[in-house]
C-alpha cells in the first residue's frame, strides 16, 4: 500500500519489480491460507483505515491503491495455479534424478509464459528443498532480449558505423532552420555500414554532415526525410538515425550525380511531413498533461511513437478508459488547441527544470543541460528533445481513434491531428451517410432503426424455424397460406403469414420475406442470390447466405409477383436452366 501510494507500481524492473514481488509473494501465501479469490486489495484496504490519519497521502490514494493491487492480483491469479502446478513437477523430476537445483530454462519459463519472477520462484522452490540455476535463467533471458531486438528497423541502423567510431556527430541546427544553403559531407558508409570516398548513381548509403537540419530518430520522434543538392548531383534522404556513437546517420539514394566525401550540399527537411509530425509531437504532450488531469497522477508515459500519419501513446493505467473519460481528454486537447498557447523551450539544469514542474521520471536518464518545452502558462512541462510547433493552434485538431491494453497495467492510446484528424472525421461522416442512406433514415435516426432490424432479423428468424418444421413434416406452418409442391425432387413451399403484426409476415403494409433451405438436395440453390432477384423484382432490398436470405420494403400488395417469380425460378435453377 506504501509502495502505491508512492507511485511505485508493479513492474518487471527497477523499482516497480520490488512492487511485483511482494504482491505475488503475498498472492502466493494466501493461496496456501485457502484464498481462493482476490484479497490482497481489501487487506490494503485495511491498512489504510488504520494508518492513514498519520499519512494521509495513503487516504488520498485509496481508490488507486486498491485498482492497482486488485489488477496484479488478478493478472496472477489466472495463471498462479498452472505454474506452480508445473513447478512442483519439475522439482519432482530434479529430486527423483537426484538433484537439488531447477533447470535455468524452466525458471525463464514460469517467468515468461506465468508471470512468476525469479525471486518467486526461488522462495517456493527453497520451500521444497531445492535452489534455481539462475545463472541458466539469465541465459534464457539473454537469449530472448536477443530475438526481440532483431527485427529490422531503427534497431539496426543504429548499428551501423559502431565499429569505426567516428564520432563526428554533426551539428543539428534542425530547431532553427528546415534547409541550410551550404553544408559538407564529413563522411560517407556504403548500405553495409563500410567507409567509402564516394556513392555513385543508384547506390544507397548513409552520409554524415557536419552541420544538419535533420531530426534524427529519438524519444519516439521518427527521423526527417527530404533531400541533398548539390552541383551536378542529388540524393533522397529517406530516413535519419543516430549511431551508436551518436553519428547522425541520414540513409540516401542517389538520384542523379556522384556523392563524395568532403562535398558541399545544400541540405533540405521535407517541410510538410515535418510540420505533419510536430503537430503530432505537441498533441502529444497536451495528451499527457489531459490524461494526468483526467485519470490521476499515477499516468505515467511508458513509450511512444510520433510519425507524420499518427501517434501512439503508451502509459501507465490501471484499466480501459471510459467514453466519458475519452471525451473529456479530446475536449481538454482541444481547448488548449483553440487557446492559441505559445510553445517555448528552454535550456537549463534538471535541477532548475524539474523545480519548475517539468515531468522527469524515475529511471530516465538526462545531461546536465536539458531542453524544457512549455506549452501555455504552466499547463503542460516536459524535458524533451524532439521538435515542434510553436503555437497549439498550429496543431488543429485532435481526436483518439482508439485505446489497447499492452500489459498489465499499460494502455496504448492512437490519436491523429491536423488534417489527419480532419480526414477522420470526413471518413466518419461518410460511414453515417452511407449507412443512412441504407436504412433511408436520418443519421440520428440510425440507433434505432437498427435495433428495429435486429427485432425484426429474429422475428424472420423464428418464422423460419417454424416453416422449417412444417416443411420437413410435410405441410405449411399454422396460420401460413401456401401448399406444398415437388420439383424436381425437392420439396417446395411458398408461403404466406397474413396480418400477424410482429411475427407476421407484413409490417405498415409492407412486405417482408425470407428464403432459407435445408438439405444437400438445394445445393444448386443459392438463397442469398435468389433472395436479392426477388427484391429487386419487387422494390424491395435484400439478400444473404446460401442458406438463409432476407428481404424488405417490398409493397403489401406484392406477395403474388414475389411468389410466382419464386417458383419458377427454383423451377429454372433445379432444371439446370
Known amino acids: 500500500a506504501f509502495m502505491v501510494a508512492d507511485q511505485v507500481y508493479p513492474d518487471n524492473e527497477g523499482r516497480g519489480y520490488i512492487t511485483r514481488l511482494i504482491i505475488r509473494r503475498a498472492v502466493r501465501f494466501g493461496k496456501i491460507l485457502g484464498f481462493?479469490?482476490?484479497?490482497?486489495?481489501?487487506?490494503?484496504?485495511?491498512?489504510?483505515?488504520?494508518?492513514?490519519?498519520?499519512?494521509?497521502?495513503?487516504?488520498?490514494?485509496?481508490?488507486?491503491?486498491?485498482?492497482?493491487?486488485?489488477?496484479?492480483?488478478?493478472?496472477?491469479?489466472?495463471?498462479?495455479?498452472?505454474?506452480?502446478?508445473?513447478?512442483?513437477?519439475?522439482?519432482?523430476?530434479?529430486?527423483?534424478?537426484?538433484?537439488?537445483?531447477?533447470?535455468?530454462?524452466?525458471?525463464?519459463?514460469?517467468?515468461?509464459?506465468?508471470?512468476?519472477?525469479?525471486?518467486?520462484?526461488?522462495?517456493?522452490?527453497?520451500?521444497?528443498?531445492?535452489?534455481?540455476?539462475?545463472?541458466?535463467?539469465?541465459?534464457?533471458?539473454?537469449?530472448?532480449?536477443?530475438?526481440?531486438?532483431?527485427?529490422?528497423?531503427?534497431?539496426?541502423?543504429?548499428?551501423?558505423?559502431?565499429?569505426?567510431?567516428?564520432?563526428?556527430?554533426?551539428?543539428?541546427?534542425?530547431?532553427?532552420?528546415?534547409?541550410?544553403?551550404?553544408?559538407?559531407?564529413?563522411?560517407?558508409?556504403?548500405?553495409?555500414?563500410?567507409?567509402?570516398?564516394?556513392?555513385?548513381?543508384?547506390?544507397?548509403?548513409?552520409?554524415?554532415?557536419?552541420?544538419?537540419?535533420?531530426?534524427?530518430?529519438?524519444?519516439?520522434?521518427?527521423?526527417?526525410?527530404?533531400?541533398?543538392?548539390?552541383?551536378?548531383?542529388?540524393?533522397?534522404?529517406?530516413?535519419?538515425?543516430?549511431?551508436?556513437?551518436?553519428?547522425?546517420?541520414?540513409?540516401?539514394?542517389?538520384?542523379?550525380?556522384?556523392?563524395?566525401?568532403?562535398?558541399?550540399?545544400?541540405?533540405?527537411?521535407?517541410?510538410?511531413?515535418?510540420?505533419?509530425?510536430?503537430?503530432?509531437?505537441?498533441?502529444?504532450?497536451?495528451?499527457?498533461?489531459?490524461?494526468?488531469?483526467?485519470?490521476?497522477?499515477?499516468?505515467?508515459?511508458?513509450?511512444?511513437?510520433?510519425?507524420?500519419?499518427?501517434?501512439?501513446?503508451?502509459?501507465?493505467?490501471?484499466?480501459?478508459?471510459?467514453?466519458?473519460?475519452?471525451?473529456?481528454?479530446?475536449?481538454?486537447?482541444?481547448?488548449?488547441?483553440?487557446?492559441?498557447?505559445?510553445v517555448t523551450t528552454e535550456e537549463l539544469s534538471i535541477e532548475k527544470a524539474t523545480a519548475r514542474g517539468a515531468k522527469a521520471f524515475f529511471g530516465d536518464k538526462y545531461g546536465d543541460v536539458v531542453r524544457m518545452v512549455t506549452m501555455g502558462p504552466g499547463w503542460s512541462t516536459e524535458l524533451c528533445g524532439g521538435t515542434h510547433v510553436s503555437n497549439t493552434s498550429d496543431i488543429g485538431a485532435f481526436v483518439i481513434t482508439r485505446q489497447e491494453a499492452v500489459s498489465s497495467g499499460i494502455r496504448r492510446i492512437y490519436a491523429l491531428a491536423g488534417g489527419r484528424a480532419i480526414e477522420e472525421f470526413r471518413k466518419i461522416r461518410q460511414i453515417v451517410m452511407d449507412v443512412s442512406g441504407s436504412l433511408r433514415c436520418t443519421p440520428e435516426e440510425i440507433a434505432g432503426r437498427i435495433a428495429g432490424l435486429g427485432d425484426t432479423i429474429k422475428d424472420l428468424e423464428q418464422q423460419v424455424d417454424r416453416l422449417q418444421t412444417k416443411l420437413l413434416s410435410g405441410g405449411p406452418a399454422e396460420g401460413a397460406s401456401g401448399e406444398l409442391r415437388e420439383i424436381g425432387g425437392v420439396a417446395v413451399i411458398a408461403a404466406l403469414l397474413e396480418d400477424q403484426g410482429k411475427d407476421g409476415a407484413r409490417k405498415e403494409d409492407q412486405l417482408l420475406f425470407v428464403v432459407a433451405k435445408r438439405g444437400d438436395k438445394t445445393s444448386a440453390v443459392h438463397c442469398g442470390d435468389l433472395c436479392k432477384e426477388l427484391a429487386a423484382t419487387a422494390g424491395a432490398r435484400g439478400g444473404g447466405r446460401p442458406d438463409f436470405a432476407q428481404a424488405g420494403g417490398a409493397p403489401g400488395d406484392s406477395w403474388d409477383t414475389v411468389k410466382s417469380l419464386f417458383e419458377s425460378r427454383v423451377v429454372a435453377i433445379l432444371d439446370g436452366d
Open 36 to 342: 481462493k479469490g482476490p484479497f490482497l486489495h481489501e487487506i490494503c484496504d485495511t491498512v489504510v483505515d488504520a494508518m492513514g490519519a498519520v499519512y494521509p497521502e495513503l487516504e488520498t490514494r485509496r481508490e488507486l491503491i486498491g485498482k492497482v493491487v486488485l489488477q496484479e492480483e488478478k493478472a496472477f491469479g489466472r495463471t498462479f495455479e498452472d505454474g506452480r502446478q508445473r513447478l512442483e513437477r519439475e522439482i519432482a523430476a530434479v529430486k527423483e534424478a537426484g538433484g537439488d537445483t531447477v533447470p535455468g530454462d524452466v525458471v525463464f519459463w514460469l517467468y515468461d509464459e506465468r508471470g512468476f519472477p525469479p525471486d518467486l520462484t526461488a522462495v517456493i522452490a527453497g520451500d521444497l528443498g531445492v535452489s534455481i540455476d539462475r545463472a541458466g535463467y539469465e541465459a534464457a533471458m539473454n537469449v530472448k532480449r536477443a530475438a526481440s531486438g532483431k527485427d529490422g528497423g531503427a534497431g539496426n541502423d543504429a548499428e551501423i558505423g559502431g565499429d569505426l567510431g567516428l564520432g563526428i556527430s554533426g551539428d543539428f541546427v534542425g530547431y532553427q532552420f528546415e534547409a541550410i544553403s551550404a553544408t559538407r559531407v564529413a563522411a560517407l558508409l556504403d548500405a553495409e555500414g563500410t567507409s567509402v570516398d564516394a556513392l555513385q548513381t543508384s547506390r544507397e548509403g548513409y552520409a554524415i554532415l557536419e552541420r544538419t537540419p535533420f531530426y534524427a530518430e529519438s524519444g519516439g520522434q521518427v527521423g526527417d526525410t527530404g533531400v541533398f543538392t548539390w552541383s551536378g548531383g542529388q540524393a533522397t534522404v529517406t530516413d535519419t538515425k543516430k549511431s551508436a556513437h551518436g553519428d547522425w546517420l541520414h540513409h540516401v539514394l542517389v538520384s542523379e550525380g556522384e556523392l563524395h566525401i568532403h562535398q558541399v550540399v545544400e541540405a533540405g527537411v521535407d517541410v510538410e511531413r515535418r510540420d505533419a509530425i510536430e503537430r503530432h509531437h505537441s498533441a502529444t504532450h497536451l495528451l499527457h498533461q489531459a490524461l494526468v488531469d483526467v485519470l490521476g497522477e499515477h499516468v505515467k508515459q511508458e513509450g511512444s511513437v510520433v510519425s507524420p500519419e499518427m501517434l501512439r501513446f503508451d502509459f501507465r493505467h490501471f484499466g480501459a478508459m471510459s467514453p466519458e473519460e475519452i471525451r473529456e481528454i479530446e475536449d481538454q486537447v482541444n481547448r488548449q488547441i483553440q487557446f492559441g498557447q505559445t
